[in-house]
């Protein structure tokens, strides 16, 4: 690929990204809201939670070190977060942050035995 298909590539990339993050904005701006879009605003930061600590317990062993050390202080570090901030975004990102730190970085290796 040379540059220009790059640079060509990263426009078109950027004009839709732009365009899906406006769009709400531009069509919506003087209607009230659908039942629907409040429904999934309502309800999908929930919803996200769910499938993220779903997808954090389903590989535990229990029988290998760390033993779900990590997803278990992820799983904490949620409940704290929401409790003490009550927003879904701080909560998500920043388990999500912390999950995949403690994955990769193997940070709970001292417990290998």
């Given amino acids: 690929m040379n540059i220009i298909n790059i640079i060509i590539s990263i426009i078109i990339m950027a004009l839709i990204t732009f365009l899906a993050r406006a769009f709400p904005f531009i069509f919506f701006r003087t209607k009230k809201p659908s039942e629907m879009i409040v429904f999934i605003g309502k309800y999908a ?3 996200i939670i769910t499938i993220l600590v779903i997808y954090c317990l389903k590989d535990i062993s229990f029988s290998k070190p760390p033993f779900g050390l990590n997803e278990f202080i992820a799983i904490l570090f949620v409940i704290f977060l ?8 701080v909560s998500i990102f920043l388990s999500t942050f912390i999950f995949m ?4 970085l193997n940070l709970l290796r001292v417990f290998h035995f």
Avoid: A, E, T
């Fill in 45 to 47: 930061p929930f919803s």
């Fill in 82 to 89: 929401h409790l003490k901030f009550r927003n879904f975004f």
């Fill in 101 to 104: 730190l403690l994955v990769q």
